[in-house]
C-alpha cells in the first residue's frame, strides 16, 4: 500500500515537473516612453537551449497573435555545441514564417567550438546576430536602435555604442548583473534572460539559486528598475532548461512587451 501510494506521489510529481517545461506562458511587459509615438510590440524569446517539448505550432500561433513588430532573442537558444544545431535552429525556422525582424545576440551556452557554425546557420535563416553592434530602424514611424551584446559583457565595448544610440535605445544582453553596473541612463529598455528564474522556485519567495547571481537573488526574475533614472530591466526567465530537465512554480515562457509613448 505505501509503495503504491510513492509510486503515485512519484508519478505526479514527475507529471507536474515535465509540464512546467512543456506549457509554456506568456509574460505581459508594459513599459512606457517619450521616445515613443503609439506603440511598439516586441516579442523576447531566451534560453530556449533547445526545449524539445515546446510545442512550436503553438508558440508561433501565440506570437501572431500579439501581431508583434520584430522578434528578439536574448541567448542560450542552443544548449551547448555538442548537441545537434537542429534543437535550436527549428524554432528560428518556424518562427521564420512569421516574416517579421529576428535579432539576436548570443548567451554562455553559445560560446566555444562550434560558434561559427551556428551562427552561419542563424544567418542562413535570416536572424539578424549583434556581437557588440547596433541595429538601427523603424517601427510604425518610430526611430529605434537595438544595442545587442556579446556575452561576456563588456562595460568598455557597451559606452561607446549607446553614445551612438538615437532614437528609443532597446539593450539585448545575456545576463543582467554587469549590464546593471555600466547603465548610461539613456537606455530605453534592457531585455536579459540567463537567470531561467532559478529553475526551481518557492512561492513567496522565488529563486534558490540563479546562474551568476547567487542564492536567494534579487534579480532572479521579472521588471527592475534600475539607476538614478529608473531605467527599465527586464529579467526573463526562459523557454527551456538546462543541466536537468526541471522547473518548479516557474513554467516555461517567452514575453509579449508593449511599449508605449508618453507625453512630454
Ligand atoms: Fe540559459
Redesign the pocket.
Known amino acids: 500500500m505505501i509503495y503504491s501510494l510513492i509510486g503515485l506521489v512519484l508519478f505526479f510529481g514527475l507529471f507536474y515537473l515535465y509540464l512546467q517545461s512543456k506549457m509554456f506562458t506568456v509574460f505581459h511587459v508594459n513599459v512606457q516612453s517619450k521616445k515613443v509615438q503609439g506603440e511598439l510590440r516586441l516579442i523576447q524569446i531566451t534560453?530556449y537551449?533547445g526545449n524539445p517539448w515546446i510545442d512550436l505550432e503553438k508558440l508561433k500561433t501565440s506570437i501572431l497573435a500579439f501581431k508583434p513588430d520584430i522578434l528578439l532573442f536574448t541567448?542560450?537558444m542552443q544548449d551547448n555545441f555538442d548537441v545537434p544545431l537542429e534543437r535550436s535552429l527549428r524554432l528560428f525556422r518556424t518562427l521564420r514564417e512569421l516574416n517579421l525582424p529576428m535579432v539576436a545576440v548570443l548567451?554562455?551556452?553559445e560560446q566555444g567550438e562550434g560558434k561559427e557554425q551556428y551562427e552561419e546557420a542563424l544567418k542562413a535563416l535570416g536572424v539578424k546576430l549583434l556581437k557588440n553592434e547596433c541595429y538601427q530602424g523603424k517601427i510604425r514611424g518610430n526611430l529605434f536602435t537595438i544595442i545587442g551584446m556579446d556575452h561576456p559583457f563588456h562595460a568598455s565595448l557597451y559606452t561607446p555604442l549607446m553614445r551612438q544610440s538615437t532614437g528609443y535605445t532597446l539593450v539585448l544582453c545575456h545576463a543582467s548583473k554587469l549590464i546593471r553596473e555600466a547603465v548610461t541612463g539613456e537606455e530605453g529598455l534592457i531585455l536579459t534572460?540567463?537567470t531561467?528564474g532559478g529553475q526551481g522556485r518557492i512561492p513567496g519567495i522565488g529563486a534558490v539559486y540563479a546562474?551568476g547571481e547567487g542564492f536567494f537573488p534579487k534579480y532572479d526574475k521579472g521588471l527592475y528598475h534600475i539607476g538614478e533614472k529608473r531605467i527599465p530591466l527586464y529579467v526573463n526567465s526562459?523557454l527551456?532548461n538546462?543541466f536537468l530537465p526541471l522547473r518548479a512554480f516557474n513554467a516555461v515562457a517567452y514575453a509579449q512587451i508593449r511599449i508605449r509613448g508618453e507625453e512630454e
Open positions: 534560453d537551449h541567448g542560450d548567451g554562455n551556452h534572460g540567463h531561467h546562474p526562459g527551456g538546462t
